[in-house]
């Protein structure tokens, strides 16, 4: 055994009655502030963990391998440390041990796996990104978005690095734990300084700064950093390229109204108002029959993608997105010494600049996306970009091409995603019928995923569910129940609730029961061992079938609609701060959030750093990626900041959320 392997430690925090269990390297210390905890140790980075009690000392007790022993220190608290029940002043722990300091009672667990220990020292003066093996396979099997368009680019290899070779930003007093702010200006850089901070200006930043707004923060006090000044710029991208035009709907529900956090008058109200007096009054009638009548005697009702952004655009107005918009990809995130936030961000080519907050918020959404490995093979051995293809990023030369030439199309992944494929491909047989699809599954679906006494239906092994996850996940009691479970529940609930699944539109199962039985659309189950292209230029995907050996399968195009990817480890500003900081991710490689979102290991002082979005992914909200999951999240993180008295600031009550509601339906600024 090393003597620097990572531990599991696991407790219920004492006032919140959240599980918490970070698996952490020692040097550990433990303590009520985070300043008074020593940054290093014998030239080791400390995990500093802040226990939030009264109980707890200000540096309480320290954690540490001592010839591979490990061995706890008591730092001269006042109330002391007890292993197993016993006051000590020094003991050694074994695996299993509790280590009860104030209210908290820890287990520490020993891992089996050596895992590559993330304290080795920097070697050189720079915050990197990990280099390791792993997340160079990681990077290859992503398609990264471009820092400059914004837009999914395959020609950008692998994650970038924070600070590229040749670089010297951000600077090396990004290497401290807590950053001067007399060193930050000293760099002579621009440095600008706000009260709450978003990055990402996406969606989740969005529907935050709509709230605090609504909660009477003013526009001076708020900045959104981002890439594009329409909120939904990387959505909306995201849904063209996946086949998902202005007027086809999305995937949720008639009040998940990013622009109305009440979510009335509902977009099912607006559309068919909309259709009535322009005389479609039996349009108009069958979307209240489907909001009334869903999901048991009417097809769920969902909105159509350009009325969302319409009423985005809208809301950005009423609310001065412009003038707290600034554009800037954030590079790194420290915490200051003085208890708030410096992020570093770049505006173009050698143009920096730094931003201090007290409350950042952080929205980065999804850093990459995932293309199965075999296909990234291929690209890069043939560099062949225009017959494999990701569903994700633009591929609109393929329905092209099949619309005058016709062709045969192999589908990998049967999600939503792939239900969207089949639809564009079935419009464009009415172009050209010389065209045939095959549908690639790994193995055959004979029935759904069951929870309690609920399964989900299957039909030509697709699996059905309205939305992406159960509807009480947002509201209702599965929210609840993933609150309070424990990391390891959480993860199994996550995946009896999510998986692939579409949304079970009488039109797209249609079209799967037209395709099979006029013999265009075929299923075929296997896993795929490689891709090659033959001599007429077309791919040929080797399969192993079970009990049939191995076939193989030709085709014009591939289309991956496996998948978008989240994980920090694929996103370099994540990544870079929970390295230095040494944060826990949960079970999924996300970042960990209390149950109102907050980074709590990344709190200082009074500042407070929250997450959003799909980077939570695996922690107590099952829906984090949906319009009403990024509202809830949203809801909860205002509420938390209201309660810690976060200056002008006023939760929203019954007047004043009434009077909101009145200046939104009027079009009146909420200020
Ligand atoms: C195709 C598709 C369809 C969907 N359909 C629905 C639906 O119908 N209903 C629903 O409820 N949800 C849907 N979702 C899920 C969810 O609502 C969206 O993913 C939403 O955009 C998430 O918001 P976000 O802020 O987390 O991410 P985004 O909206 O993607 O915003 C993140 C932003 O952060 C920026 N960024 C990242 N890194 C940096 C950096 N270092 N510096 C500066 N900026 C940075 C990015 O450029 C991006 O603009 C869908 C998602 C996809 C992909």
């Known amino acids: 055994m090393t003597n620097n392997l990572p531990i599991q430690l696991n407790w219920k925090d004492p006032i919140t009655g959240e599980t918490r269990d970070p698996r952490l390297t020692p040097p550990i210390a433990f303590g009520r502030e985070f300043v008074r905890m020593p940054p290093e140790y014998q030239g080791q980075r400390v995990t500093r963990m802040l226990l939030n009690h009264d109980e707890v000392s200000r540096f309480h007790a320290l954690l540490e391998w001592q010839y591979n022993q490990l061995v706890v220190n008591d730092q001269g608290s006042v109330n002391g440390i007890y292993v197993n029940g016993q006051q000590l002043q020094h003991s050694v722990i074994n695996s299993g041990d509790t280590l009860q300091i104030g209210p908290y009672i820890i287990t520490v667990t020993y891992t089996i796996a050596a895992t590559q220990p993330t304290n080795t020292p920097q070697v050189n003066n720079r915050p990197q990104i990990s280099n390791s093996p792993q997340a160079n396979i990681r990077g290859n099997s992503t398609i990264q978005f471009n820092p400059s368009t914004n837009l999914p680019d395959p020609s950008i290899p692998q994650p970038q690095q924070v600070t590229p070779l040749g670089s010297s930003f951000p600077p090396?007093?990004?290497?401290e734990q807590l950053v001067p702010v007399q060193g930050i200006h000293a760099?002579?850089?621009?440095?600008?300084?706000?009260e709450y901070l978003t990055v990402g200006g996406g969606?989740?930043?969005?529907?935050?700064?709509?709230?605090?707004?609504?909660?009477?923060?003013?526009?001076?006090?708020?900045?959104?950093?981002?890439?594009?000044?329409q909120p939904y710029s990387r959505y909306k991208c995201l849904c063209l390229n996946s086949q998902?035009?202005?007027?086809?709907?999305?995937?949720?529900?008639?009040?998940?109204?990013?622009?109305?956090?009440?979510?009335?008058?509902?977009?099912?109200?607006?559309?068919?108002?909309?259709?009535?007096i322009r005389g479609k009054v039996n349009n108009s009638a069958q979307y209240l029959w489907k909001v009334f009548a869903e999901p048991t005697f009417a097809e769920t009702?969902?909105?159509?993608?350009?009325?969302?952004?319409?009423?985005?655009?809208?809301?950005?107005?009423?609310?001065?997105?412009?003038?707290?918009?600034?554009?800037?990809?954030?590079r790194a995130i420290r915490k200051?010494?003085?208890?708030?936030?410096?992020?570093?961000?770049?505006?173009?080519?050698?143009?920096?600049?730094?931003?201090?907050?007290?409350?950042?918020?952080?929205?980065?959404?999804?850093?990459?996306?995932?293309?199965?490995?075999?296909?990234?093979a291929y690209r890069e051995k043939y560099r062949d970009f225009k017959s494999v293809v990701n569903a994700y990023e633009d591929h609109n030369h393929v329905?092209?091409?099949?619309?005058?030439?016709?062709?045969?199309?192999?589908?990998?992944?049967?999600?939503?995603?792939?239900?969207?494929?089949?639809?564009?491909?079935?419009?464009?047989?009415?172009?050209?019928?010389?065209?045939?699809?095959?549908?690639?599954?790994r193995s055959p679906k004979p029935q759904g995923n069951k929870f309690a006494r609920a399964q989900r239906p299957v039909k030509n092994h697709f699996e059905f569910q309205p939305f992406n996850w159960p509807k009480a996940c947002w509201g209702g009691d599965l929210r609840v129940m993933l609150e309070k479970a424990s990391p390891d529940e959480r993860q199994s609930l996550l995946a009896q609730w999510g998986g692939t699944t579409t949304a079970d539109r009488i039109d797209w199962q249609n079209i799967t029961e037209e395709g099979l039985s006029e013999g265009w659309y075929k299923i075929e189950f296997g896993k795929v061992t490689k891709v090659e292209r033959d001599a007429q230029n077309r791919t040929i995907t080797h399969i192993e079938e079970k009990g049939f050996g191995e076939t193989t399968l030709d085709s014009d195009f591939i289309i991956d609609a496996t998948g978008l990817d989240a994980k920090v480890e694929a996103n370099p500003l994540l990544d870079d701060f929970v390295k230095h900081y040494h944060l826990p991710l949960n079970k999924m490689g996300r970042l960990e959030v209390a149950n109102d979102f907050e980074l709590l290991e990344m709190r200082n002082q009074k500042g407070k750093m929250y997450a959003a979005g799909a980077i939570t992914l695996g922690g107590p909200y099952a829906a984090v990626d949906s319009f009403?999951?990024?509202?809830?999240?949203?809801?909860?993180?205002?509420?938390?900041?209201?309660?810690?008295?976060?200056?002008?600031?006023?939760?929203?009550?019954?007047?004043?959320?009434?009077?909101?509601?009145?200046?939104?339906?009027?079009?009146?600024?909420?200020?």
């Open 172 to 175: 090396p007093i990004f290497q």
């Open 187 to 194: 760099t002579g850089l621009p440095v600008d300084e706000c």
């Open 203 to 229: 969606l989740g930043s969005f529907i935050y700064v709509d709230l605090l707004r609504l909660s009477g923060v003013k526009t001076e006090k708020i900045i959104t950093l981002g890439l594009d000044d």
């Open 244 to 276: 998902i035009p202005l007027h086809e709907r999305l995937r949720s529900n008639s009040d998940s109204c990013p622009d109305n956090i009440w979510g009335w008058p509902s977009y099912a109200l607006r559309e068919a108002w909309h259709d009535f």
């Open 301 to 330: 009702y969902t909105p159509r993608a350009g009325n969302v952004f319409d009423s985005i655009d809208r809301e950005t107005k009423r609310i001065g997105w412009e003038r707290m918009y600034r554009y800037g990809r954030v």
């Open 336 to 376: 200051t010494d003085d208890g708030r936030y410096c992020v570093a961000y770049s505006r173009g080519r050698g143009d920096h600049a730094f931003m201090v907050c007290r409350y950042l918020h952080l929205a980065t959404g999804y850093p990459a996306i995932q293309f199965l490995p075999d296909l990234q």
């Open 399 to 441: 329905y092209q091409k099949l619309e005058s030439q016709g062709g045969k199309v192999l589908i990998r992944g049967r999600g939503i995603v792939a239900s969207r494929i089949i639809q564009r491909i079935y419009e464009a047989r009415k172009k050209n019928p010389h065209i045939t699809i095959l549908h690639l599954m």
């Open 628 to 671: 009403l999951g990024l509202q809830y999240c949203a809801l909860r993180t205002v509420d938390a900041l209201a309660k810690s008295r976060a200056p002008n600031l006023q939760r929203l009550n019954i007047f004043s959320s009434f009077g909101q509601w009145l200046k939104w339906a009027l079009n009146q600024s909420p200020s």
